[in-house]
T-cell receptor, first 114, second 113 residues
Framework: NAGVTQTPKFQVLKTGQSMTLQCAQDMNHEYMSWYRQDPGMGLRLIHYSVGAGITDQGEVPNGYNVSRSTTEDFPLRLLSAAPSQTSVYFC?????????????FGSGTRLTVV | DAKTTQPNSMESNEEEPVHLPCNHSTISGTDYIHWYRQLPSQGPEYVIHGLTSNVNNRMASLAIAEDRKSSTLILHRATLRDAAVYYCILRDSGHNQGGKLIFGQGTELSVKP
């Protein structure tokens, strides 16, 4: 049981480049989400999905796109990378988005935009 | 969104109990209290959650005040591996945010041998 798998673990991009951060879970979780963590600011929600084919914006969605074609995968796309997107990105999943379940987080992708 | 207040840092000795406090005076009746921890260079890890009653699991215990305005995460015997940032979180009941986790600054716990 792998849990939540994020790839790559590290990435350096040039300003204006695009890329996709991958997130996959093997727990048949319906709910998946993306957070970013910046020093001194805690984790902030970017996008989330309550099931395949359904996505919605979180607190800081600008500059990011998501899609959810399968239950297992929830990729995060950076359309045109900017230095302000330098951060650590975490993917999380849960059985549901009910308050009575905990979330499982991936180990993160550390992204640097130069 | 209901907010939580935690001390910035705490110290503990190895093999001693640790009580990590959290204040949430504006908690609503349907907010669950969740605790996560984040070890260095890792993603957050779920620890425990509860609504009104005290809860125990293999990792920790959660003691919730009768008025629910505060709670305490209890690590019964701290180990060096418990050194982490501990986050007390109220599950957002707002429908338009899909049950997001609102992370504050957390408490950085250091454990001395």
């Amino acid at each position: 049981n792998a849990g939540v798998t994020q790839t790559p673990k590290f990435q350096v991009l040039k300003t204006g480049q695009s890329m996709t951060l991958q997130c996959a879970q093997d727990m048949n979780h319906e709910y998946m989400s993306w957070y970013r963590q910046d020093p001194g600011m805690g984790l902030r929600l970017i996008h989330y999905s309550v099931g395949a084919g359904i996505t919605d914006q979180g607190e800081v969605p600008n500059g990011y796109n998501v899609s959810r074609s399968t239950t297992e995968d929830f990729p995060l796309r950076l359309l045109s990378a900017a230095p302000s997107q330098t951060s650590v990105y975490f993917c999380a999943s849960s059985y549901t988005n009910s308050f009575n379940y905990g979330y499982t987080f991936g180990s993160g992708t550390r992204l640097t935009v130069v | 969104d209901a907010k939580t207040t935690q001390p910035n840092s705490m110290e503990s000795n190895e093999e001693e109990p640790v009580h990590l406090p959290c204040n949430h005076s504006t908690i609503s009746g349907t907010d669950y209290i969740h605790w996560y921890r984040q070890l260095p260079s890792q993603g957050p890890e779920y620890v425990i959650h509860g609504l009104t009653s005290n809860v125990n699991n293999r990792m920790a215990s959660l003691a919730i005040a009768e008025d629910r305005k505060s709670s305490t995460l209890i690590l019964h015997r701290a180990t060096l591996r418990d050194a982490a940032v501990y986050y007390c979180i109220l599950r957002d009941s707002g429908h338009n945010q899909g049950g997001k986790l609102i992370f504050g600054q957390g408490t950085e716990l250091s454990v001395k041998p």
